[in-house]
């Protein structure tokens, strides 16, 4: 039975609640900051990045009210890895075109067609959100969620939901999720391997060569080590070892706390942009060898060598097992083999994120040319 059908049933049983101003609130928030981006996408792109972002917070916001702080945590630090992505790649769109002008060549044939699309998309969109609300609506008895809370700590080994759910009771579908993660990445890292920038979007901006500041005839390197960028450069290497503890945190405490692979992949991650950021991609690569697509391998490897462990022990592909264990000092630790099969989630989402972002930063490697630099300089960039 169409599910349209049942909306006549649904709303004659629906009891309404009170509202919830300041919940409400927060959604109008969201909704206004979604709209705007979508008005403003097409003149304003930085603009529309930073509400699509206010947008994403509003989300994690939303988890957190609703008691999902896994999915707080994981879109909050998704937001942040994507719109430092987004940011370098709208660096390389053409000119803006000015509404004006851009209406002035728009025929009635291309306004019929904006007026389809925006009918097109609100009529989905309010599709979508009915058939969401009478989802959210029914009663519990009728989901499968309360197996998942049952059994979670009994057969799963653990007391967070979400990551029993992920990397044992549904094992099957992450492995298969980080295996498209890094076919995607993959297939970025090859498309811009060979790209170049369009002519007109190759200037340097007309703020980096201003010749009243001395950081025109710099490069990011030299920013960060003698610049203006030098306090800020200490700061934050000696903020990478902490953000690195803080992605052990979250990783070592996943299966039975808000954390996990996905997370403390994503947290580790942004420790490694923000260097890229601050002291550009030729100094931070001279450093430090990340060698994204190894920790792709890697990552994927053990996560399959995890699941092909329990054929040794006669039991099916990616079947989980927590062995308990008491040490010295220690005490009693529980030992899942979830535990494996998570930190190679980790290691795929370090490698993708940061194998993306170097395939990003090298377009500005070999196109931007600062007055000034050596013939020898510009060689070694061309090689990269």
Known sequence: MPLWWLLPEVMANLSLTAINWPFAMLWLVGCAC??????????????????????????????????APDLALTQLMVETVTAILLLLGLRWLPARISADKLNLLASNTDKLRRIRDLIIAVSAGAILAVVSYIILIQP??????????????????????????????????????????????????????????????????????????????????????????????????????????VA??????????????????????????????????????ARLKMQPHRWISIGLGLAALTGMGAWAFGYPFLTTHTAHVTLPFFGELHLPSAFLFDLGVFAVVVGTTMLILIALAHQAVRSHRIPGQSNEYRAQQETR
């Open 34 to 67: 979604a709209i705007t981006a979508a008005w403003q996408a097409k003149f304003h792109r930085l603009a529309a990045l930073i509400l699509v972002g206010g947008t994403g917070i509003v989300t994690s916001l939303t988890f957190m009210w609703l008691s």
């Open 140 to 245: 519990d008895n009728q989901t499968i969620s309360l197996f998942f809370l049952e059994k979670a700590l009994p057969e799963g080994g653990g007391s967070n939901v979400v990551n029993v759910l992920l990397v044992d009771f549904r094992n099957l579908d992450t492995l298969g999720e980080i295996t498209v993660l890094s076919i995607v990445a993959l297939t970025v890292y090859a498309l811009l391997r060979r790209f170049r920038p369009a002519v007109e979007s190759m200037k340097i901006p007309p703020q980096q060569t201003n010749p009243v500041d001395p950081a025109a005839s710099q490069l990011p390197g030299e920013q960060a080590t003698s610049g203006y960028l030098q306090v800020p450069a200490v700061y934050l290497r000696l903020l990478l070892p902490i953000i690195s503890m």
């Open 248 to 285: 052990i945190y979250f990783f070592m405490r996943g299966h039975n706390l808000p954390g996990g692979g996905f997370i403390a992949g994503l947290v580790f991650s942004v420790g490694l942009i923000i260097q890229y950021m601050l002291a550009g991609t030729a100094w931070v690569e």
